[in-house]
């Protein structure tokens, strides 16, 4: 069994920046790669970027550039770093793990950016 758990959301005005970690627990050594999704009000569950465990990494269009997405094996952590946010960037984001067998997700934490 893996947990994931998501924080650092918030309110941020446009244009400010919000890291995002995701801490990972459990039996880690199934997991192949690690995302974050993001759901905004009314719109589907969309994949924002996501990180394998040797490191690569894909981003959404809407995102490249803004976000990036990392890890820290030691701590079993993956963050997304959020710059220039805007206010369609305002969702639920997620936190989620694949294994072979089955995926895992967090409980989401908020992300408003608003003035």
Same mark, same amino acid.
């Given at each position: 069994q893996v947990q994931v758990v998501e924080s650092g959301g918030g309110l941020v005005q446009p244009g400010?920046?919000?890291?995002?970690?995701?801490a990972a627990s459990g039996s880690?050594?199934?997991?192949y790669a690690?995302?974050?999704? /993001?759901?905004?009000?009314?719109?589907?569950r969309e994949l924002v970027a996501g990180i394998t465990s040797g490191g690569s %990494?894909?981003?959404a269009d809407s995102v490249k550039g803004r976000f990036t997405i990392? /890890?820290?094996n030691a701590k079993n952590t993956v963050y997304l770093q959020m710059n220039s946010?805007?206010?369609e960037? %305002?969702?639920v984001y997620y936190c989620h793990a694949r294994?072979?067998?089955?995926d895992f997700w967090g409980q989401g934490t908020q992300v408003t950016v608003s003035s």
């Open positions: 400010g920046s919000l890291r995002l970690s995701c880690l050594s199934s997991i690690m995302d974050w999704y /993001r759901r905004a009000p009314g719109k589907q %990494t894909n981003y990392s /890890r820290d946010l805007k206010p960037d %305002t969702a294994s072979p067998l089955r």
